[in-house]
């Protein structure tokens, strides 16, 4: 593709960008005294904050892109990874979970498993989430850098070094307060990069009626209009698969397991003032979640219409978004469009970045390695190792430019610890018999579940392959959902398994962390006082509900 | 941090009264302080400032610049955005946004630090260290 046509002006709205970017760092500096306000905000952040860096530290640029990748290759089914994927978990993350999180002051989601099973569940859990933190903090930046070369022509040392270097500023400066100030910035001005260039798109082609007549005569044709078409079990033609894998795999399995439990996510909620703003955090997160395919699918359907050959000589799915803006936006709204991609790029980064020091520092440094020192001590360490995380998250992008495939290999082993999180997590706050080995017994062999369905029983299973025919070509999709409900299965057959052969903890240990086993320092709920009726998680977790059950129905 | 004990002592029932008391003047719910910081460092938590005004300001200087680039663009530009005014329109939202964003600060402002949370004896505190 070509390059993009970028003047001083747009140059110019980059810089004013990056110049209050690091004046967030510098202002959020006064804010830090312990390791608690470095790392958690001090917990002292009001929900709308919380809610839209929940969803921003996941609207990372890679996200973008990919799902307009995505909606260019599949067409509108790419929904299912927002209204079934997402939205529903986060509901349910706010509602049901968030009063274990937040209400027994864990200070990280491995440490909850600390707390609720024991040391082997905390140190298998915390330590693949860090290495997984820098893996992904490494690979985005590796992507960035790609996407910068073939947009502005940067080397891709030089984007590496200046991205990471922003991301180190505000993060040592500011800690998590200065990353999520960062994503809810981020999130704005990404909105205005991308709400123009669907407008102006959607104008182009003459409007969405017309966008879909074209879209029936390209080769993705008719089925990329629909989202639950061809998902029937046993003769799937949808690009993802059936909707078994959809539904339980990726609904339930993949999504709760991310959106409930990955600590870069849960940490934004753990970072809100009180348990009612940490509820509402990803609720309030819901609402713009819902509409964002509006600007991800929508520009992958006009790149698909728009761009001749794209994803062959028309250049990468990938680049979709970027073609877009080349093609649509003058100068000006180029540049904050251009301010929006970088920011996003920078926020995949520090999301991972600020959520692996917090887990370093207190699971494994505190816990594990130097017990008992001043808080001071701690404040301390978290500095260090988030510059240590960047350092090794330039290595890892240095690594990945010469070895992408060895990448996503790695990144798809990490994907098997992910896999069954959600069955140990869902067991351990419901079942108060579930035993302190059980915990990771349950997370082990989650992971050899998915490994085993990826290696074992995928290539020899016609069903995975297009068609269903033992020569079709295998679906990375389904493969990836059915790994995931193998995973979950195995997890929780395990989980009981050694449960029932294994001592509970007795059950005052439990206190707050399971339901039915109240917290005795907990207040009355008679004396907390009640929230006001907006305020309310159930009214805004079954509004967001609500409205993607309107939506699929009108998507059909 | 994995092995709780019992909460020990003989003053049990004046710390249990203590402690009603001091969830009655706390009118929310109120997460326990931290078991590792208490009677070290305060939080400086409360001296951060407004994200409101920082997105009002990079707005409205988005805003400004874009709409006075607009009245330059070219009619190729124009063209390229299909015939729609992108500078223009995009430089006028962005203001809107700005006035929107002081605006809300303005009628609700962050809150003033709280006066002292009330606090709670170390003894009371769900033990959590080894």
């Known amino acids: 593709m070509g390059k993009l046509d970028v003047n001083w002006f747009d140059y110019g709205l980059l810089i004013i960008y990056f110049i209050l970017v690091i004046g967030i760092g510098l202002l959020a500096r006064r804010a830090i005294a312990t390791s608690e306000d470095f790392l958690l905000s001090g917990r002292s952040l009001p929900a709308w904050v919380t809610g839209l860096a929940f969803i921003s530290a996941n609207l990372g640029a890679i996200e973008i892109l990919g799902m307009a990748a995505n909606g260019a290759k599949y067409g509108i089914s790419t929904v299912h990874y927002y209204w079934i994927g997402a939205v529903p978990a986060m509901v349910f993350l706010g509602i049901v979970m968030m009063p274990f999180y937040y209400g027994s002051r864990v200070r990280s989601v491995p440490e909850y498993l600390l707390r609720r099973f024991n040391k082997p569940t905390h140190l298998f859990n915390g330590l693949t989430f860090a290495v997984a933190a820098l893996l992904n903090a490494g690979v985005n930046l590796y992507a960035m850098a790609v996407i910068i070369e073939a947009l502005l022509g940067w080397p891709v040392w030089l984007s590496i070094i200046v991205a990471a270097g922003f991301v180190l500023i505000y993060i040592t400066l500011g800690g998590l307060s200065g990353a999520i100030y960062n994503e809810v910035l981020q999130f704005f001005v990404i909105l205005a990069g991308l709400i123009p260039l669907v407008i102006v798109g959607l104008h182009s082609v003459g409007g969405w009626g017309e966008l879909t007549d074209r879209v029936k005569q390209t080769a993705l044709g008719e089925p990329g209009l629909s989202t639950w078409g061809g998902t029937a079990v046993g003769n799937w033609t949808n690009p993802l698969g059936d909707w078994i894998g959809i539904v339980m795999g990726l609904g339930f399995v993949l999504s709760f397991g991310y959106w409930t439990t990955n600590f870069a996510e849960v940490q934004r909620a753990l970072s809100a003032k009180d348990l009612s703003a940490a509820q509402r955090t990803p609720l309030i997160g819901a609402f713009p979640k819902i509409f964002i395919p509006a600007l991800t699918v929508i520009p992958g359907l006009l790149a698909i219409v728009l761009i001749p050959k794209l994803g062959t000589t028309g250049g990468d799915y990938n680049t979709a978004i970027p073609q877009l803006m080349g093609r649509f936006l003058p100068n000006g709204a180029l540049g904050i469009a251009l301010a929006g991609l970088l920011a996003a790029f920078m926020a995949g980064m520090a999301a991972n970045v600020s959520s692996f020091n917090t887990v370093f520092t207190y699971d494994i440094w505190q816990d594990y390695i130097r017990k008992n020192r001043s808080d001071k001590y701690y404040l301390n360490v978290g500095r260090v190792v988030t510059v240590l995380g960047v350092l090794v998250g330039i290595s890892t992008a240095f690594i990945a430019s010469g070895f992408s495939n060895i990448m996503d290999y790695i990144q798809l082993l990490f994907g098997f610890f992910n896999a069954p999180v959600f069955a140990t997590f869902i067991i351990a706050m419901f079942w108060k018999r579930a035993t302190p080995w059980a915990g990771v017994s349950g997370l082990a062999a989650g992971t050899a579940g998915a490994a085993a369905f990826q290696f074992l029983i995928a290539p020899h299973w016609a069903y995975m392959n297009a068609g269903q025919s033992p020569d079709g070509t295998p679906n990375p999709q389904i493969i990836n959902f059915y790994a995931a409900m193998m995973a979950f299965v195995a997890d929780a057959v395990v989980t009981i398994v050694v449960t029932l052969a294994t001592t509970p903890k007795p059950v005052h240990q439990l206190a707050g962390l399971v339901w039915g086993v109240p917290d005795p320092n907990a207040p009355d709920p008679a004396t907390v006082k009640k929230p006001p009726i907006y305020e309310s998680p159930k009214l805004l977790g079954g509004l967001a509900i609500l409205i993607v059950l309107v939506l699929s129905l009108i998507f059909l | ?130």
């Open chain 2, 1 to 130: 941090m994995s092995e709780p004990t019992e909460p020990s002592g003989s003053s049990e029932r004046d710390e249990e009264r203590e402690r009603r008391l001091s969830r009655e003047v706390a009118s929310r719910f109120e997460p326990r302080p931290d078991p590792e910081h208490l009677g070290k460092e305060a939080s400086a938590s409360s001296r951060l400032f407004d994200l409101r005004l920082m997105i009002g300001t990079l707005f409205g200087i988005y805003g400004i610049l874009l709409t006075i680039y607009s009245f330059f663009d070219s009619q190729a530009e124009i063209d390229r955005a299909a015939g729609i005014h992108l500078n223009l329109w995009l430089g006028l939202s962005m203001l809107l946004v700005c006035v929107i964003f002081f605006g809300w600060a303005r009628l609700q402002p962050q809150k003033p630090p709280e006066p002292g949370e009330p606090t709670v004896p170390p003894e009371n505190q769900q033990p959590t260290a080894e």
